[in-house]
């Protein structure tokens, strides 16, 4: 049965409401076991710590963080892990069960979770994350390890803070004997500390990848079409550098700071160097001021929405222009938003295959490091497109014998595998 929402839910509470709801309507459709649902429906594990970090000022201060282990049915729990001053529970939850769809679908051998820490790191020195940072991995303790939990760079985070959570563990006695071989308890790492060559813009990359399938697919050429990205962070930025090198031209760009456009086209390059300054795309010289709303109905063929949660809601969903919606963040697109699109024949290609780009790679940095070794990029590349391309044949497939929604026939992929297994193991004792 779907969940009731409530208007005065938060929007941790709204998200996970949306999660649920999308599961329960792909459990339906597949006629996935009661006890399988069960199970699916809640967390496995949420943890929640708080921790004392002295600010550079001396002054004490308390942070709140989470880590939320949906399932691990197929694998280690694996999921991001995000700086910012909204994470709550729910949020959380919500993201850790998309993982969890999200890794099955893809077809890595792991599970789904997800972390945060309540704060905003542009509030607080270098320094001060660092003991933040690893102070929330001593506080976590045994609830990540290289075989059971492995955590990843997410909003507000990055490669540095993976290598001190790496690195905290380590010496606080994580891995035993096996110590070097321990450094894949965490992905996403900088490259001299064991991370993978291609992991920096492999979740934009893949986006790319799904998007150039989805055009093939349909007998449509990508090159010459344009494209509108929300959000310049890690995925924005990637996305648009690999769409440029497969003729897509960015012509509109919107984040926290505002929303710009050029119809000529935007640099990715010249305006990530803007962004890596500045703060955001306000104040871009090489396009102009645009109102945010004006953004998403921007005239352009692709949409990208790489920013945050619900952003393509009820209201902004009919005045939507573009032809397909790639969605490079996690639930950008809201339940009744998506019911909008799809009646209007716009294209949605989903999150949990869109931006899956990031936890296959980090699959390889996982790989790479417990067998010692180090790929190549073009390798990275390569298995990277084979194994999307292969997800999204799955779902195509699904998509026609069902003849559901794309998002659906994702979640059914990834729902039969898990159930599957669930079948054969049975619940013990």
Known sequence: MPTRRSSDASDGEKLFETAVEQFDAAAELIGLSDRTRAILRSPKNEIIVSFPVEMDDGELR?????????????????GGLRFSPHVELDEVKALAMWMTWKTSLSGVPFGGAKGGIAFNPREHSTAEIERIVRRFTHALGS????????PAPDVGSNAQAMVWMMDTYLNAGGGGGDRQNTRRVVTGKTIE??????????????AAFVLAHHFEQVNRDLRDKTAAIQGFGNVGEHSARAMGRMGVTLTHVADHTGAVMNGHGIDPEALWRHTSEAGGVAGFSDAEVIDVEDFFAADVDIL?????ENQITAARAPHVRASVVLEGANGPT????????????IEILPDVLAN??????????WLQNKMSSRWRLPEVDDEL?????????????EKKRLACTRREAAYAVALNRIGTVFDQRGIWP
Do not use: C, M
Not at 62 to 78: C, S
Not at 304 to 308: D, G, Q, R, T, Y
């Open 356 to 365: 899956a780009g990031g936890v296959v790679v980090s699959y390889f940095e």
């Open 304 to 308: 990208v929405p790489a920013a945050i």
């Open 385 to 397: 497109r084979r194994y999307l391309w292969e997800a999204a044949d799955n779902i195509e497939a």
């Open 334 to 345: 809201s339940v009744e938003g998506e019911k909008i699109l799809i009646d209007r024949g």
């Open 193 to 206: 500390t064991g991370g993978s060559l291609g992991r920096d813009k492999a979740t934009g990359q893949g």
């Open 143 to 150: 609830n990540i390890g290289p075989e059971h939990d492995i």
């Open 62 to 78: 308390i942070f709140r963080g989470y880590r939320v282990q949906h399932n691990d049915i197929l694998g280690p729990f694996k």
